[in-house]
T-cell receptor
């Protein structure tokens, strides 16, 4: 079974631009969560989607948004990029939904975003 | 909201030494606990997890962790480390009401000297 796939692996964008990152969960998984990893802030939760609905959101500005499609694939978008948005963006998928017990997340390799 | 604290930011050990990495969480309800490892240039991999039952859980590569509810702790242990264990280790917690939201500790970088 294929793991969580994130594309692209690397991105370089200019300040002020916008970017879209993609995540394909493990087949059959319906929950997708996004995280930002930086040396200074560690791993920070961005948001979670289940059945095409955002179920949970972290403390990030509105420039960060996401969506989930009917096939459970998810995208996240960052508008008006800032230098501080440079990070590794990780996607994780889970078999069960937000209120389920014993849920384990499987992480993708991430997208390394560099804002110049 | 839950939080996770990892006590050691950087640990340096010689091969064959024993390892214990501390992890404490703050949350008053039922939690699920995880340890992940991130090797250089690789993605997060699950080492072990605790949902319920026996508080001593065994994971891959000889790692184990003990959940002590009274201390809100979930420390990671390995009796004898190898050079290949050099990596960053993250403790994480989820709750049953927010199972899709993992709260991570800041991570511990482990360097094992050959």
């Amino acid at each position: 079974k294929a793991g969580v796939t994130q594309t692209p692996r690397y991105l370089i964008k200019t300040r002020g631009q916008q970017v879209t990152l993609s995540c394909s969960p493990i087949s059959g998984h319906r929950s997708v969560s996004w995280y930002q990893q930086t040396p200074g802030q560690g791993l920070q939760f961005l948001f979670e989607y289940f059945s095409e609905t955002q179920r949970n959101k972290g403390n990030f500005p509105g420039r960060f948004s996401g969506r989930q499609f009917s096939n459970s694939r998810s995208e996240m978008n960052v508008s008006t990029l800032e230098l501080g948005d440079s990070a590794l963006y990780l996607c994780a998928s889970s078999l069960k939904g937000p209120g389920s017990r014993n849920t384990e997340a499987f992480f993708g390799q991430g997208t390394r975003l560099t804002v110049v | 909201a839950q939080s996770v604290s990892q006590h050691n930011h950087h640990v340096i050990l010689s091969e064959a030494a024993s390892l214990e990495l501390g992890c404490n969480y703050s949350y008053g309800g039922t939690v699920n606990l995880f340890w992940y490892v991130q090797y250089p240039g690789q993605h997060l991999q699950l080492l072990l997890k605790y949902f319920s039952g026996d508080p001593l859980v065994k994971g891959i590569k000889g790692f184990e962790a003990e959940f002590i509810k009274s201390k809100f702790s979930f420390n990671l242990r390995k009796p004898s480390v190898q050079w290949s264990d050099t990596a960053e280790y993250f403790c994480a917690v989820t709750t049953n009401t927010n199972a899709g939201k993992s709260t991570f500790g800041d991570g511990t970088t482990l360097t094992v000297k050959p």
